[in-house]
């Protein structure tokens, strides 16, 4: 009795994730920065490009084959990456486009930071585990991320964020909800970093840290 209720659960699941379209709602995130962290000094212009990250999510697996979820990650990553630069350096100015290098001194910046999203995925695996489904999400973010002074100076570094998350359901009805905690995990891991890079890469330009007199 015991297996055959198992069997049809699995059953159950498998036709309840099949031929289907979700869509999940991504949220911004917050990384926390240390209380004695100080602000770079300085005056900066930011172009974070956006756009590119309207994921679908799905899986090749037979319990999850054709259950597809869409999520929109352009929104939510750019206000927190904001969020966390606008905590990072002392005066920062978002552009709506790149500013040529000799035009840099003209308007007042010290350095121009670039963020370009790169490759993008999200997707999730259904696998049976005795009357119940495991479902992982999974959600992997690319950018580079650019610091480009006054004088010409420009440095480059390719940053890359990952996301995991775990659900358990005995219908499978967690696949949006575990792309969407994986996206949002790997947001906060890329914004986390790409706040790191740009840290290093403006002490390598020779931009101080703490408040600008």
Not at 83 to 109: C, D, F, M
Not at 114 to 132: C, D, T, V
Not at 174 to 200: F, G, H, N, P, Q
Request: with cysteine; glycine share 8%; hydrophobic share 40%.
């Amino acid at each position: 009795m015991k297996i055959a209720f198992i069997i049809i659960a699995a059953f159950v699941a498998t036709v309840n994730l099949s031929a289907c379209t979700v869509h999940t709602e991504i949220n911004a995130v917050e990384i926390k920065q240390p209380k004695e962290q100080q602000r770079i000094a300085g005056r900066y212009a930011a172009f974070i490009q956006t756009g590119g990250w309207n994921l679908t999510a799905g899986t090749g697996h037979f319990a999850g084959g054709g259950y597809n979820v869409t999520l929109d990650i352009n929104e939510a990553f750019q206000a927190s990456l904001k969020k966390a630069l606008s905590q990072t350096l002392h005066s920062v100015t978002y552009t709506k486009a790149a500013i040529p290098i000799e035009n840099l001194s003209k308007r007042g910046y010290d350095n121009q930071i670039l963020i370009h999203q790169g490759n993008a995925e999200a997707r999730y695996s259904a696998e049976p585990f005795g009357w119940i489904l495991q479902i992982y999400g999974y959600t992997q973010l690319a950018t580079t991320v650019a610091s480009l002074d006054k004088q010409g100076k420009i440095t480059q570094n390719d940053v890359i964020g990952y996301g995991v998350n775990t659900q358990e359901e005995v219908l499978g009805f967690k696949r949006a909800e575990a792309v969407k905690a994986a996206s949002e995990v790997a947001m906060r891991d890329l914004v986390k970093k790409i706040v790191a890079t740009v840290r290093k890469q403006l002490a390598s330009h020779g931009n101080s840290v703490g408040q600008k007199k």
